[in-house]
C-alpha cells in the first residue's frame, strides 16, 4: 500500500518509466489536441477530465455571477487601475492617480492584470474584476493537479471543490485586492516544490522561487511566509545527493531575488523627484514600506502611519481583550471574527494531516506522498500561526492565502485514507474527519441562527451518519461506503457553501470586506470578541448587526460606532474642517473628549456630516457612500453636481482636484475620470506633499479643486494633511456643489 503512495497516479502498480512504453508502436499517431484535453491521460477513468472540466467551468460561473454588483469594489485598487490603464509611468509605479502623485501601499505587480484588462475592455467592474476570477479558477486548477497527480482523480476534485467553496475564496477571488495574484502565486510554488521532490530537475525549483518573488511584488512579505517549510522539505527530501541540493536551493533564491528584486531596484535607484511618492512610506522609501508598514510592523503591531495611535496593536486576552485588529491567539482562525471566513474544514484539515504523516512515517527518505503533506501542510500551519499571533493590522480577508494549502490537505489526506480504508485506524479516522467538520460546522452555523437554521442540523445528522457508514466502510461493499463518503462530503461543505453562495450574492465594497451572510464575521474597527454573531460588512461603522441581523444600537449612534467606539476617548479631533459637528453626536460610544466642533477628523465621538452610514438594510452593518466628504474606508458617493464642477477645463490641470485620502480621492477619480490628488496617502498620515510642495502646485496652475472634509488616520490631524487644510481654507475660494465642499484653488479669498 505504500509504495502505491509513492509513485505518481499515472505509474501507481508499475515502474516509472520516462519515455514510450517499450510495448507502444514507435509511431503511434497522438489524438487530437481536442481530444485529449476532453479525455486526459490515457490510464485516466474516462469522467476524469470530464469533471476536471467541469469543476473549472462552475467555478468560473459561480466566481462570474452577480460580479458587477461590487462596482468598483475596493475603490482604493481600482482608482490606481484606472490610472495605470491611461499611465505607463502609473502602471509601472502602481501610482494611484495618472499624475503620479502617490502610489498604493504595496506593489504594483498585482495592478498589472488588471490594468491590462482595463487598457483593452474600458474601465468598468467586469473589466476591473475578471482577471481576480480568472486567477481563481487558475489557483483551483492548480491544487487540484498538485493533489491528483500524487493521490486520485477523486481527491483532485474534492481538493478544486473545498478550495472554490471557501467563502473567503469567493470574496477574495472576486475582488481588487492583491491576495488573489498571491494566493495564485504560491499555491504554484508548492506545486513545483513537490514536483522537484519528485524528479530532482532543478528548473522546478527555480520555477518555485521565481512564482515567490513575483508574489512578493504582489503583498511583499507576506509571500516568504512559506519560504522555511518549502526550503526545509526540500533539503531534507529532495532525491539527489545534499551536496546539489544545497545547490539547487541556492540558485532557487537566485530566482526569488530576481524576480522580486528587480522591481525594487528600479524604484529605488530612480530619481525620487521624477517617481511618485512611495505610499504608506514615511521617508518615500519602498524598503522603509516593506520592513515597516507592510513587514515587520504588521507582527508587532508597531506600524508607523497606521489609522490608529501607535498602529492599534492586538495582543491582549480577556474580557473583550485584544487590540484595534482583534484578539490573538492560538484560537483567533476559529473566533467569531474569523471562523466564518475560512475554518469550515480546518479541524478536519488538521486530523488528516496529521493522519497523513503518521501513515507515510516509515517511507523512504525522498517519498514524495510524505514530502506533498510537508510542503502544503508546513505551509497551512506557519501561515496560520502568523496570521494567529500578529499584532498589527489584520483583516479578516487575509485568510484566503490558507484556502490553497487547506484544500490540499483535505484532498490529499481524504483520499489516502479512503484508500486504506480497510485499516481500521484509516476508516476511523476518516470517519472522525468528518464528525469535526460537522461539529465545527454547526458551531459556525449557530453564530448566525436566523440565517437558514434547519441547515446547521442537517450539517451535524448528515455528518453523524456518514461518519458511521465510514467506521464499517472498509468491512462493507464499494457500494455503501460510496453512499457514506458522498454523505460525508456534502456535510462537510454545505455550510461553507451556503456561505458562498450568500457572498457572490451579495455586493462587497470598501477597504475591509467580509463574506458570507449579514452579522457572520462581528468585528468593529475596534476588534475584539462580543456577543452575538454581529459584524461589519464591506467596512467599519454603519452600526454592528446582532445575531438576528439587527443593528445593535446603531441607529441611535447616529451611522457611528456602537458600544464602545473603536477610538479611545470615543472621538478624534480633525483639522480645520467645516463639515460642523455632524448629525451623529456622542452617541452609545460613551463620554470620551468631545472633538472640536469645526474638524475634517473624526469630532464628537462619532463621525461629521456625511459620515458612515449604513448600507440601508436591517443588519447589514457595512459602510455606504455618503453624501460629501468621504471616510477612512471608503470614498464618497459623487454627485453630478460635483462631477460637472471638476470636469470644467480639467484638461488644463495635472489634477483636477486634491483630497485629504485615498479613498476620497479615488471616488472623484473614477467618478470624472481625471487624476485626483491623495494628500497623506491612503490614511492621511503620509507626509506628503508637503506645505511647500502643495504651495508650489497651486502656484504652478496644476490643482484646480481641494475637497474639504475626506477621512484621516490618527495622527493626521498634527501633520502635513491638516497644515495643508487649514492653508487652503484660510485663503481660497469655497464652492459648493450637491453636498460636497470644494476649494476653488485658482480663486483667493478677496
Known amino acids: 500500500m505504500t509504495t502505491h503512495y509513492d509513485q505518481p497516479a499515472t505509474d501507481r502498480g508499475s515502474t516509472a518509466v520516462r519515455g514510450p512504453s517499450p510495448t507502444a508502436p514507435p509511431t503511434a499517431p497522438r489524438r487530437p489536441f481536442v481530444r485529449r484535453l476532453w479525455r486526459g491521460r490515457p490510464e485516466d477513468p474516462g469522467w476524469a477530465r470530464p469533471a476536471l472540466l467541469g469543476l473549472l467551468a462552475a467555478t468560473l460561473l459561480l466566481y462570474l455571477y452577480n460580479l458587477s454588483a461590487s462596482g468598483y469594489a475596493n475603490s482604493f485598487y481600482s482608482a490606481a487601475v484606472q490610472a495605470g490603464s491611461t499611465s505607463w509611468k502609473a502602471f509601472f509605479f502602481g501610482s494611484l492617480d495618472a499624475g503620479n502623485a502617490i502610489t498604493v501601499d504595496k506593489p504594483s505587480a498585482f495592478l498589472w492584470p488588471m490594468e491590462l484588462s482595463v487598457r483593452i475592455f474600458g474601465l468598468n467592474s467586469w473589466a476591473i474584476l475578471t482577471p481576480e476570477v480568472l486567477m481563481g479558477v487558475g489557483t483551483v486548477a492548480v491544487v487540484h493537479a498538485a493533489v491528483r497527480r500524487r493521490f486520485s482523480p477523486v481527491a483532485g476534485l474534492v481538493a478544486g471543490a473545498v478550495l472554490a467553496l471557501t467563502p473567503v475564496a469567493a470574496l477574495m477571488f472576486r475582488f481588487d485586492n492583491p491576495d488573489a495574484m498571491l494566493a495564485l502565486l504560491t499555491a504554484l510554488a508548492c506545486y513545483f516544490v513537490v514536483r522537484a521532490v519528485e524528479d530532482g530537475r532543478t528548473g522546478w525549483l527555480i520555477a518555485a522561487g521565481a512564482a515567490i518573488g513575483f508574489a512578493f511584488l504582489a503583498k511583499t512579505l507576506q509571500a516568504f511566509l512559506i519560504l522555511p517549510p518549502l526550503a526545509l522539505v526540500y533539503a531534507v527530501c529532495g532525491p539527489v545527493k545534499l551536496r546539489k541540493r544545497l545547490l539547487q536551493l541556492g540558485l532557487a533564491t537566485v530566482a526569488l531575488v530576481v524576480s522580486g528584486g528587480w522591481w525594487v531596484a528600479v524604484v529605488e535607484l530612480w530619481p525620487a523627484s521624477s517617481r511618485p511618492y512611495i505610499g504608506g512610506s514615511q521617508h518615500n522609501s519602498f524598503l522603509e514600506l516593506t520592513f515597516g508598514y507592510n513587514g515587520l510592523g504588521r507582527i508587532s503591531g508597531d506600524e508607523t502611519g497606521s489609522v490608529v495611535p501607535g498602529g492599534g496593536g492586538g495582543g491582549g486576552r480577556g474580557g473583550n481583550g485584544g487590540g484595534q485588529w482583534g484578539e490573538t491567539g492560538w484560537d483567533r482562525m476559529f473566533n467569531s471574527e474569523i471562523g466564518s471566513q475560512i475554518s469550515w474544514l480546518l479541524p478536519a484539515a488538521l486530523i488528516l494531516l496529521v493522519a497523513g504523516l503518521w501513515a507515510t512515517r516509515k517511507l523512504r527518505r525522498t517519498s514524495v506522498t510524505r514530502a506533498s503533506f510537508l510542503v502544503w501542510g508546513g505551509s497551512l500551519l506557519i501561515t496560520m500561526a502568523v496570521f494567529s499571533y500578529m499584532a498589527g493590522i489584520f483583516h479578516q480577508y487575509y485568510t484566503v492565502a490558507l484556502a490553497p494549502y487547506l484544500a490540499a490537505v483535505v484532498g490529499m489526506g481524504a483520499g489516502l485514507l479512503w484508500e486504506r480504508r480497510r485499516e481500521t485506524w484509516a476508516s476511523i479516522t476518516l470517519a472522525g474527519s468528518v464528525v469535526a467538520a460537522a461539529a465545527w460546522g454547526y458551531v459556525l452555523l449557530d453564530r448566525t441562527s436566523a440565517y437558514l437554521p434547519w441547515l446547521k442540523w442537517l450539517v451535524l445528522i448528515c455528518g453523524t451518519a456518514a461518519a458511521v457508514g465510514l467506521v464499517f466502510a472498509g468491512r462493507t461493499s464499494r457500494r455503501p461506503a460510496l453512499v457514506a463518503a458522498a454523505v460525508g462530503l456534502v456535510a462537510a461543505l454545505a455550510g461553507p457553501t451556503a456561505y458562498t453562495l450568500s457572498t457572490v450574492d451579495s455586493p462587497h465594497t470598501g477597504s475591509i470586506p467580509t463574506a458570507g451572510p449579514a452579522g457572520a464575521s462581528m468585528r468593529g474597527f475596534g476588534g475584539g470578541r462580543g456577543p452575538g454573531g454581529g459584524g461589519m460588512r464591506d467596512g467599519f461603522g454603519g452600526g454592528m448587526p446582532g445575531r438576528q441581523g439587527q443593528n445593535a444600537q446603531g441607529q441611535q449612534n447616529g451611522n457611528g460606532f456602537p458600544g464602545g467606539g473603536a477610538f479611545p476617548g470615543g472621538g478624534m479631533p480633525g483639522g480645520q474642517g467645516q463639515n460642523g459637528p455632524g448629525q451623529n453626536g456622542p452617541g452609545q460610544n460613551g463620554q470620551g473628549r ?154 483667493k479669498n478677496s
Not at 651 to 664: D, F, L, P
Not at 666 to 677: E, F, H, N, S
Not at 717 to 736: A, E, Y
Open 594 to 747: 468631545q472633538g472640536p466642533q469645526n474638524g475634517n477628523g473624526f469630532p464628537g465621538n462619532g463621525f461629521p456630516g456625511n459620515g458612515f452610514p449604513g448600507r440601508g438594510s436591517a443588519g447589514e452593518g457595512g459602510m455606504r457612500r455618503g453624501g460629501g466628504a468621504g471616510g477612512l474606508l471608503n470614498g464618497a458617493n459623487v454627485s453630478s453636481a460635483a462631477k460637472q464642477l471638476l470636469a470644467k477645463d480639467d484638461s488644463r490641470y495635472t489634477w483636477v482636484a486634491a483630497s485629504v485620502g485615498s479613498q476620497n480621492a479615488a471616488a472623484y477619480q473614477l467618478a470624472t475620470g481625471d487624476p485626483v490628488m491623495a494628500i497623506g496617502g491612503f490614511n492621511g498620515t503620509d507626509p506628503s506633499p508637503t506645505l511647500a510642495q502643495f504651495k508650489k502646485y497651486v502656484a504652478e496652475g496644476r490643482i484646480h479643486y481641494f475637497i474639504a472634509g475626506g477621512g484621516m488616520g490618527a495622527g493626521a490631524n498634527s501633520g502635513t494633511s491638516s497644515q495643508i487644510s487649514s492653508w487652503v481654507q484660510s485663503n481660497f475660494k469655497k464652492v459648493t456643489a450637491g453636498s460636497a465642499t470644494f476649494y476653488d484653488l485658482t480663486q
